[in-house]
């Protein structure tokens, strides 16, 4: 019975985002400011909380290891995973200063930061979006229906139509896979 109701709701939702012209066209301009970047020597750079930093750390594996083919590496991370400045800072300062500070350390102007919240509203979210900004990169946001605080601090917001944490997590990695195949095509083209 969960099951039954898990895969209907996905397939519900996945309808939704798939008849929404507006959210192809964002994955699609996002798509292109990534390759941007990346062919300009900049970072592309993942945050995220719990699901949405195993989120983050896939996507960012995708781009820097391979997607569909062998290529060259991209460059891409996720800001977590240097897990003791994770808890030094987290110890030392707050967590809410996790990612604006690693930013600090190894963001620059014309890299770009995705960040990954279901609600939007997380406050080392939003103070990663703040120092993204601040240092010249260029911002996204990948969210749950409203987006939180953090939509009117993001260049690029792709918003799932639910607040269904889980249905919205399908979703982000839909877009993440559909953002690091357009990536790949374009900066290594071939036929699959």
């Given at each position: 019975?969960?099951?039954?109701?898990?895969?209907?709701?996905s397939?519900?939702?996945?309808?939704?985002?798939?008849?929404?012209?507006?959210?192809?066209?964002i994955?699609?301009?996002?798509?292109?400011?990534?390759?941007?970047?990346?062919?300009?020597?900049?970072?592309?750079?993942?945050?995220?909380?719990g699901?949405?930093?195993?989120?983050?750390?896939?996507?960012?594996?995708?781009?820097?290891?391979?997607?569909y083919?062998?290529?060259?590496?991209?460059?891409?991370?996720?800001?977590?995973?240097?897990?003791?400045?994770?808890?030094?800072?987290?110890?030392?300062?707050?967590?809410?200063?996790?990612?604006?500070r690693?930013l600090?350390?190894?963001?620059?102007?014309?890299d770009?930061?995705?960040?990954?919240?279901?609600?939007?509203?997380?406050?080392?979210?939003?103070?990663?979006?703040?120092?993204?900004?601040?240092?010249?990169?260029?911002?996204?946001?990948?969210?749950?229906?409203?987006?939180?605080?953090?939509?009117?601090?993001?260049?690029?917001?792709?918003l799932?139509?639910?607040?269904?944490?889980?249905?919205?997590?399908?979703?982000?990695?839909?877009?993440?896979?559909?953002?690091?195949?357009?990536?790949?095509?374009?900066?290594?083209?071939?036929?699959?």
């Amino acid at each position: 019975m969960v099951l039954k109701r898990a895969l209907e709701d996905s397939i519900s939702l996945k309808k939704q985002v798939l008849n929404d012209i507006n959210i192809s066209e964002i994955v699609n301009t996002l798509a292109m400011e990534m390759v941007s970047v990346l062919k300009s020597g900049g970072k592309v750079l993942f945050c995220g909380n719990g699901g949405s930093a195993a989120d983050a750390q896939h996507l960012a594996a995708e781009l820097s290891g391979r997607f569909y083919y062998d290529r060259p590496p991209l460059a891409a991370e996720a800001l977590h995973v240097n897990t003791s400045f994770l808890t030094a800072v987290a110890n030392d300062y707050s967590f809410d200063e996790v990612y604006s500070r690693m930013l600090k350390a190894y963001g620059n102007k014309g890299d770009m930061l995705i960040a990954i919240s279901t609600s939007g509203n997380s406050a080392n979210i939003l103070n990663a979006l703040e120092a993204s900004t601040e240092l010249g990169m260029k911002t996204a946001l990948l969210s749950g229906i409203t987006g939180g605080k953090a939509r009117a601090l993001a260049e690029y917001t792709i918003l799932i139509p639910s607040s269904d944490t889980p249905r919205i997590q399908e979703l982000h990695m839909i877009i993440g896979h559909s953002l690091c195949e357009i990536v790949e095509q374009t900066i290594f083209p071939q036929n699959i």
